[in-house]
């Protein structure tokens, strides 16, 4: 069975960091692109990141640029992000996606979310 379950998110004050993972099983983790999307209260759901199958490349929107670092381990069939310098706009919950084509088609497969809150 296909499972992708991410964790690391809470509760943290602006200028904080928080490490999200993404842990997958069912399917050889390699072999997928994997990215993190996230949805804030009353918004859409929104690309934050994204890293290839093949040679490990990424991609960031631009929000995030310079304070996310996206990465994966395929030994441990994880999938990490890094964040830094969050701030209040970074509120929301997170989820992960594999597919191995980019972007996701609708049938991919998601996680259920970790909430991230950044407040004082």
């Known amino acids: 069975q296909v499972q992708l379950v991410e964790s690391g998110g809470g509760l943290v004050q602006p200028g904080g960091s928080l490490r999200l993972s993404c842990a997958v099983s069912?399917?050889?983790?390699?072999?997928?692109?994997i990215g993190w999307f996230c949805r804030a209260p009353g918004k859409g759901r929104e690309g934050v990141s994204f890293?290839?199958?093949?040679?490990?490349?990424?991609e960031y929107a631009d929000s995030v640029k310079g304070r996310f670092t996206i990465s994966r381990d395929n030994a441990k069939n994880t999938v990490y992000l890094e964040m830094d310098s969050l701030n209040p706009d970074d509120t929301a919950v997170y989820y992960c996606?594999?597919?191995?084509?980019?972007?996701?088609?609708?049938?991919?497969?998601w996680g259920q979310g970790t909430q991230v809150t950044v407040s004082a």
């Open positions: 069912g399917f050889t983790l390699e072999y997928y692109a």
């Open positions: 890293i290839s199958s093949a040679d490990g490349s990424t």
């Open positions: 996606v594999a597919d191995t084509i980019w972007p996701p088609r609708t049938d991919a497969h």
